[in-house]
């Protein structure tokens, strides 16, 4: 049985790896921070008390800002994948906490290479690297266009891409990064805009509220589906050869089409409920993201397959859902950026 261990596990990637991972067979350790509050919703599907049966998914305290905790793991549990989700990964908010930013989306990804290497584990490595670090370089973007990242979490993030490439080279490690372009579900963060513009335009359909307040509509990006994504996460550790791999959809779509599909989705106009402040403008924006995937098509076989408007229609359908599941009782508007 193969054991694999998962940084950023109660996140929306990292628990649909583990219920992958879980499918194939593995024996899944998952990193999780101390809270006063339960922060493992997302696994809740798959997590069963360890005291009352056999399972094959323990979580531990452990935190990327932390070298003591993490060796500690890596030395006890001895796994044979490592999978580097964890980060602060919210690119506005990134300009308000830079310095924690680095701290565990950078440092983090090297805490975790320099005990791989230390321990003496003979294992795979993933690093979730991100489109982010391409930045404001033309589209579409590949493995070789030059990274050119605006923001303290893209700077982070190229950071620990530049720190894995490096310890596969000087140490011979099995390193790969996956570059993902974004990706989405219905367990996307509530304050992350598609899941924003989702949950926004089903609360306005019910009376919930009565507006979405939003940034920059022009913005485009590259949007898949997040349990796709897992997958070419998993196929790259399978390789002979570690490497990295740009992983995307190879279209792209704006924040305004978004917007269009999913209030069409509940028979509403954009136009009358949504405003723009200022306040979710970036002070470096990212205008255009887009994939060219033809690498991992070719060595991984790696492809999607839910397209835009199924994105749309998924992450819209599950709100409506979850509002019936409420009985008509709102959940608590957020504000955060």
């Given at each position: 049985m193969k054991r694999a261990l998962?940084?950023?596990?109660?996140?929306?990637?990292?628990?649909y790896l583990a219920e992958f991972l879980l499918a194939k067979g593995y024996e899944v350790h998952g990193i999780k921070?101390?809270?006063?509050?339960?922060?493992?919703?997302?696994?809740?599907?798959?997590?069963?008390?360890?005291?009352?049966?056999?399972?094959?998914?323990?979580?531990?305290?452990?935190?990327?800002?932390?070298?003591?905790?993490?060796?500690?793991?890596?030395?006890?549990?001895?796994?044979?994948?490592?999978?580097n989700l964890g980060a602060q990964s919210h690119v506005r908010v990134s300009f308000d906490i830079p310095e924690y930013t680095c701290d565990v989306t950078a440092n983090g990804a090297l805490r975790l290479l320099e005990g791989i290497r230390h321990v003496g584990l003979h294992c795979r490595f993933y690093q979730a690297s991100s489109s982010e670090m391409f930045g404001s370089a033309p589209p579409p973007q590949s493995e070789t266009t030059p990274f050119h990242p605006r923001s303290p979490y893209a700077c982070s993030k190229l950071f620990a891409h530049?720190?894995?490439?490096?310890?596969?080279?000087?140490?011979?490690?099995?390193?790969?990064?996956?570059?993902?372009?974004?990706?989405?579900?219905?367990?996307?963060?509530?304050?992350?805009?598609?899941?924003?513009i989702a949950r926004a335009a089903v609360h306005i359909k019910v009376g919930w509220e009565d507006h979405l307040y939003l940034g920059n509509l022009e913005a485009r990006?590259?949007?898949?589906?997040?349990?796709?994504?897992?997958?070419?996460m998993w196929l790259m550790l399978q390789q002979e050869r570690p490497d990295d791999?740009?992983?995307?959809?190879?279209?792209?779509?704006s924040v305004r089409e978004f917007l269009e599909k999913a209030f069409a989705h509940v028979g509403l106009d954009w136009h009358d409920h949504v405003r723009i402040d200022p306040l979710y403008y970036r002070p470096a924006e990212v205008q255009d993201l887009l994939a060219e995937p033809t690498k991992a098509r070719q060595k991984l076989g790696w492809?999607?397959?839910?397209?835009?408007?199924?994105?749309?229609?998924?992450?819209?359908?599950?709100?409506?859902q979850q509002c019936d599941q409420n009985s008509g009782k709102p959940l608590v508007a957020r504000a955060e950026r």
């Open positions: 998962i940084t950023g596990i109660t996140g929306q990637d990292g628990s921070r101390r809270s006063s509050s339960f922060n493992t919703l997302r696994l809740d599907n798959i997590y069963s008390d360890w005291h009352e049966e056999k399972t094959r998914l323990f979580l531990h305290f452990a935190d990327l800002s932390d070298s003591s905790s993490l060796w500690k793991l890596l030395y006890d549990i001895h796994p044979d994948e490592i999978y530049a720190t894995t490439v490096n310890y596969r080279e000087a140490y011979q490690m099995y390193a790969c990064s996956g570059i993902l372009f974004n990706h989405e579900s219905p367990r996307r963060g509530e304050t992350f805009v598609t899941r924003k990006r590259d949007w898949g589906y997040a349990p796709e994504y897992v997958e070419a791999y740009v992983i995307g959809t190879g279209e792209n779509h492809r999607h397959g839910t397209g835009f408007d199924e994105l749309v229609r998924i992450m819209v359908d599950a709100e409506l």
